[in-house]
Nanobody, 118 residues
Framework: QVQLVESGGGLVQPGGSLRLSCTAS????????MGWYRQAPGKQRELVAT???????NYADSVKGRFTISRDTAKNTVYLQMNSLKPEDTAVYYC????????????WGKGTLVTVSS
């Protein structure tokens, strides 16, 4: 079992920045990758960014060049630095961890709301 606790959401003006954090309840080399997904009202959940334990990052086209994902393995924490935020980035952001133990088990945080509005 892996618990994920997110923090860092809030209200920000267009063009502003926020940093999200997600801490896993345990350290495990089988937890790979970790990442962020988001779900806007009336839309399906979508991938934002993922990062492997080796530091390889993958981004949705819509956030490339604006968002940066990073991982501190010593703290079991993954971060999402979001710059140049747009109103269309408004969503609930969910942390995800994939536990690879022969099969892949998905764990999700409860989500943190990011609102981009003037």
């Amino acid at each position: 079992q892996v618990q994920l606790v997110e923090s860092g959401g809030g209200l920000v003006q267009p063009g502003g920045s926020l940093r999200l954090s997600c801490t896993a309840s345990r350290s495990d080399l089988s937890i790979n990758p970790m990442g962020w997904y988001r779900q806007a009202p009336g839309k399906q959940r979508e991938l934002v960014a993922t990062i492997t334990s080796g530091g390889n990052a993958n981004y949705a086209d819509s956030v490339k060049g604006r968002f940066t994902i990073s991982r501190d393995t010593a703290k079991n924490t993954v971060y999402l630095q979001m710059n140049s935020l747009k109103p269309e980035d408004t969503a609930v952001y969910y942390c995800n961890a994939k536990l690879q133990i022969g099969v892949v088990i998905d764990y999700w945080g409860k989500g943190t709301l990011v609102t981009v509005s003037s």
